[in-house]
């Protein structure tokens, strides 16, 4: 048992592009039970930056289905708090201030190299999940000054080339990724103007004062790009705890394609949220 922390601060970070299913539900009660055995705060962030893909229904079910699992939270879109809005798309003023930051400090470069353009000239990603590592081609571009927002190009954040990252994850213990070898400069803002997932939660997860954060261990080598842009951008970074992933019963990682297993349908199936919640801690 870890001894009590009254500044602990973990979040719940769904996102609206499907139902929730037991993976989902595996990490959250596991982000919910970090808080409560640290005596600490719950708050709870809707992910929903992506235009094309969050819908407000998935919202609404996604609060509902957590609420089902037992899991409560003291922040955010539905009860308020001092950090809001919290909910990603109501944020725009804080990721623009951070890209800012990191265009005043020559950190970041506007890129038009189209996805095909990447993936042909990249040699291919190390893992499926991964982007490619970008080539470079617009590393010297010196127009950067000219932009006054980031709309209409992609901005890539300039990796340090060599530069090993090293954390210690609360939970799968010391983790080291390469800098221009395990992944390249990444993009912080995209061209349709919507801001990267790795360059938001940062900015928000700073902002909102967390102090853990708990999620899928697909994660890991996104928390190494995130901890150069804690630094770039002059913030504490939080610790880290990477649950291991939920897979169906071949082993597939699930997503939220994976109807049968949505929490929704083994609530409309019998299930307890106490059966559903020892299911997803059995696999690990
Ligand atoms: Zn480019």
Redesign the pocket.
């Known amino acids: 048992m870890k001894s009590p922390s009254p500044t602990y601060r973990g979040r719940l970070a769904p996102s609206p592009t499907g139902r929730l299913h037991v993976g989902h539900a595996h990490t959250f009660w596991i982000a919910a039970q970090r808080a409560a055995e640290h005596e600490g705060q719950l708050i709870l962030r809707n992910e929903d930056l992506d235009p094309q893909r969050c819908r407000v229904e998935f919202a609404a079910a996604m609060l509902e289905d957590l609420r089902w699992l037992g899991i409560a939270w003291c922040e955010g879109p539905d009860c308020g708090g001092p950090f809001g809005p919290y909910s990603q798309s109501e944020r725009r003023a804080h990721y623009l201030a951070a890209w800012k930051s990191l265009l005043e400090r020559g950190l970041i470069y506007p ?3 189209s996805r095909k ?2 993936a042909q000239a990249a040699s291919a990603p190390n893992d499926s999940d991964d982007e490619p590592i ?1 080539p470079g ?2 590393r010297s571009r010196s127009d950067a000054g000219n932009f006054q927002e980031p709309v209409g190009v ?1 901005w ?1 954040f300039r990796v340090p080339d060599g530069e090993a990252i090293s954390f210690s994850d609360q939970h799968l213990g010391p983790q080291r990724y390469v800098a221009g070898h395990d992944f390249g400069d990444f993009v912080v803002w995209r061209r349709d103007d919507v801001p990267a997932y790795q360059f938001a939660v940062v900015a928000d997860d700073y902002a909102m004062k967390i102090s853990e954060v708990v999620r899928g261990a697909d994660l890991l080598k996104s928390t190494a790009r995130q901890l150069l842009l804690y630094r770039a951008l002059g913030f504490h970074s939080p610790h880290f705890y990477h649950c291991a992933l939920v897979g169906d019963e071949a082993g597939v990682r699930l997503a939220k394609r994976h109807d049968a297993l949505s929490i929704c349908r083994l609530r409309q199936n019998g299930y307890t949220p106490e059966q559903v919640r020892a299911r997803t801690l059995q696999i690990g």
Do not use: M, Q
């Open positions: 890129c038009t190299c353009d990447v970008y081609k617009c992609n890539r």
